[in-house]
């Protein structure tokens, strides 16, 4: 069965970091293309990053753009979302999902793209 396990989330205070994970299990993630989206409270899930394994694009929302850094480790394909200077309005569950990778652009990628997905990591901004 194909899995994703996003780690990494809890409380941290604004301006504070965080480094989530994603890891795969029952499928190879070396032909995958790795998304992150979050979703806050009362809000629809929005698309946050992804990165592609044919090219190694990688794309951001404007929200997050030169805050968060999103990475991969290719000897076992964990993807990583390194989240610095993060502000209450970062608050809420973000999800890790594969779609197949097409696209040399991450860019491209659209939500309804990705087939796999995690089950979500709580990430709490707060004094």
């Known amino acids: 069965q194909s899995q994703l396990m996003e780690s990494g989330g809890g409380l941290v205070q604004p301006g504070g970091s965080l480094r989530l994970s994603c890891e795969a299990s029952?499928?190879?993630?070396?032909?995958?293309?790795i998304g992150w989206f979050r979703q806050a409270p009362g809000k629809e899930r929005e698309a946050i990053s992804c990165?592609?394994?044919?090219?190694?694009?990688?794309s951001y929302a404007d929200s997050v753009r030169g805050r968060f850094t999103i990475s991969r480790n290719n000897a076992d394909g964990t993807v990583y979302l390194q989240m610095d200077n993060l502000q209450p309005e970062d608050t809420g569950v973000y999800y890790c999902?594969?779609?197949?990778?097409?696209?040399?652009?991450?860019?491209?990628?659209?939500?309804?793209?990705?087939?796999?997905w995690g089950q979500g990591s709580q990430v709490t901004v707060s004094s």
């Open positions: 999902a594969a779609a197949l990778d097409v696209y040399s652009d991450a860019s491209i990628y659209t939500e309804r793209d990705f087939e796999t």
């Open positions: 990165i592609s394994k044919l090219s190694g694009s990688t």
């Open positions: 029952g499928f190879s993630p070396d032909f995958y293309a």
